[in-house]
């Protein structure tokens, strides 16, 4: 290696260690509330923001629909200026820049209505029920894409709220999806139900909530190395002192009527 060479890999190196300068940090997330809402707020979003402002930076949310974020980034659309990062991206799935450590775990499960007396611990429990889960659910939830033939219907519908409308108005049998997730769209729900006209189903029907897969980790990727280097090293620091895990209960504590003590029990 000549001089330059070994110089130019010495100054990379150095600069990857250094602390990213303190800037606003513009990220790409897909709106999924309860962990992130259209207004850059909610489980997710808390963790990003105070790991983010633990280094000194900013975070500003781009909320745009679930899968539409990876997409974004990957490709480099820009609309309102430049981005950053991008939230939620599962493990091995591939996208340009330096992916951080898993800074938070969905829960996905199983959730039927109390009254089909219907018990799942395991997707065999499912075979010829109607099912219904979040776009590219195949690609994240173990065993799934294999036992779809045994179902008797399944559909993938990105807008999670459709979910709650069809299992309250009995046209699925299941819901496979994050148990806060779908807890949200059930209180969404139920306040619609209160407005004039209402519903036609009843939405605050008793549901049974079952963590049937295990824990799935996401990821952050910035654009920027020594940004990466930054939220890494500041989430450990909120990690070690119980912070992140805080965020965790508050916000599991909120939907406990629905998840109860299933909501990532095995982590």
């Known amino acids: 290696m000549d001089v330059a060479a070994r110089l130019a890999l010495i100054i990379g190196l150095v600069s990857a260690a250094l602390p990213a300068a303190a800037r606003p940090v513009t990220i790409l997330a897909p709106e999924l509330p309860p962990m992130m809402t259209a207004d850059g707020t909610g489980r997710e979003a808390s963790i990003i923001t ?17 899968g539409r974020h990876w997409n974004d980034y990957r490709d480099g659309v820009q609309a309102g200026g430049h981005v950053d990062a991008v939230t939620t991206v599962p493990a091995g799935m591939e996208m340009p820049g ?3 450590v898993p800074y ?3 829960q996905n499960g199983a959730s039927v209505l109390k009254s089909s007396g219907l018990t799942v611990r395991s997707l065999a429990d499912l ?7 979040f776009s590219g659910a195949p690609d994240v939830l173990p065993g799934l894409r294999a036992a779809i033939p045994s179902f008797g219907d399944f559909r993938e519908r990105a ?7 069809l299992l309250f108005a009995g046209r699925v049998d299941a819901v496979l999806a994050d148990g806060l997730i779908f807890a949200e ?11 004039a006209g209402g519903l036609p189903f009843d939405p605050a029907q008793p549901v049974q909530f079952t963590a049937i897969f295990p824990p799935t980790s996401y990821s952050m990727v ?15 620091e909120l990690k070690a002192k119980g912070r992140v895990d805080a965020i965790d209960r508050e ?9 109860g003590d299933r909501y990532l029990s095995n982590r």
């Open 50 to 66: 105070e790991t983010l402002a633990a280094c000194g930076h900013e975070a500003h949310f781009k909320v745009v629909p679930f």
């Open 98 to 100: 330096s992916r951080s």
């Open 104 to 106: 938070i775990f969905y």
């Open 127 to 133: 075979a010829g029920k109607r099912v219904i889960t």
């Open 159 to 165: 807008d999670q709220m459709v979910h709650s409308n």
């Open 185 to 195: 769209y059930n209180r969404q729900l139920q306040e619609k139900a209160k407005s």
């Open 222 to 236: 910035f654009r920027d190395e020594s940004l990466r280097a930054d939220f890494d090293r500041c989430f450990a």
């Open 251 to 259: 916000w599991v504590a909120r939907y406990a009527a629905t998840v």
